[in-house]
C-alpha cells in the first residue's frame, strides 16, 4: 500500500504571477514535474512544501504539445518521492487516488475510479476519472493503491461533476528521457516535429524548420504597479518570485506575521497582516489602544475575532511624486507586523493567528 506521508511530502503547490497550481518530484530525474500551463510564461516560479517554505525553482523544459514542463532547484529541497520506477498502465474501474491544492488550498487528496483508460480528446488519450479534480490541482500526480504514478493531472470539463483527465506516465517517460539535452538546465522549448530542444527564441526549429511559437519562449512582465509592489520587497531581501501568488497579489511572511498585498477594486493596493486573535478577557484596554490610531499612517482593525495591521495606496500616487515616500512606507509596513504581532502577545495577552509562522 501506499506510504501516504511519503507521497505528501513529494507533492508541492507552485506558484507564480498567474496563480497557483500542483507538482511532483522524481528522485531519479531529480526534477519536479507539473503542466506546462502552470506554468506558461515563467521561467523561475517557487515549490511550496507542507511546511509552507517556499523555494525558487527554475522552469528548465516545456512541451506544449502534452502541456508537461519540467523544473529544477539549485539545492536539494526534497527527499520523498513520487514512485515512478516502471510505467505502469491502468484499466477501467481501476481505483486511483489525485493528489494536489486545488483552488489553492492546503493539500488534499481525492479517491475515484478510472472512467477510461484511453479517452480520445483532440487526437491524444488521456486517462478518464471520476476522482474530483479542481483548479489548482493540474500538475499533480495521479497514482494506484500503491502509490505509484500512473499520470498527470491536467484538466476537467467546466460545470461537469465525477470528470477529470489527467495525462497517461507513459507520456512523461518520453519527455524526461530529453532531460539529457539540457544538462545546463536552461530554459528550453521541446520541438513539436523533431522533437529536439530549443534554447534561444526563434521562430523557427534550427534543426527542422518546424513553425515555433515564439511567445513559449517571453517571460510575462507586470506593468508599473507590480515594479512597484515587487521593488519594495526586493528592497527587504526578498526575492519577489517567492511571493508571488496570483495576478496583482503577493503573500509571504515577515518574520512570523503573514503579509498580503493586493489590488482592491482596480483602485486602492492593500497590504494588510492578519495579526492576532482576540483576547478572551480584558478586552477593553485592547479596544481603546486599536481605536486610539497608534500607528499612522497604518491601521489597526478587527475583523472575524482578528487583529489586523493595514496600509493602503491609490493606485494613481503610485505614479506620483510621491512614489518613493509610498514604497518606504510599504516595506516599514511590512516589517512593523513582525513587531506588532509580539506586542499584542505580551502587552494584551492575544495569541498569534494560525497565519503564524513558526521563527
Known sequence: MMNQQELKDAVFKINTATGSGTGFYLKNYDVFVTNHHVVDGNHLVSL???QQERHLAKVVFVNPDVDIALLKTDTKICHAEIPFNEVLEVQSRDKVWVLGFPFGMPFTVTEGIVSNNKQLLEGKHYIQTDAAVNPGNSGGPVVDANGNLVGITNAKFNNADNVGFAIPAQVLREELNTLAKNPNNQFSVKCHSCKNLIFEKTEYCPNC???????QFEERKGD???AFVESAIQEMGINPVLTRSGTDFWEFHSGSSLVRIFVYNQSFMYATSPMNEMPTENIEPLLNYVLSNPVEPYQLGIYNNQIFLSYRIRMTDITS???????????NLILKADEMDDFFVQQYGCPKTNFARQV
Request: glycine share 8%.
Open 224 to 226: 508599473y504597479f507590480v
Open 321 to 331: 511624486s510621491k512614489q518613493g515616500v509610498l514604497k518606504s512606507l510599504l516595506t
Open 48 to 50: 511550496e512544501n507542507q
Open 209 to 215: 524548420g518546424a513553425n515555433v511559437d515564439v511567445k
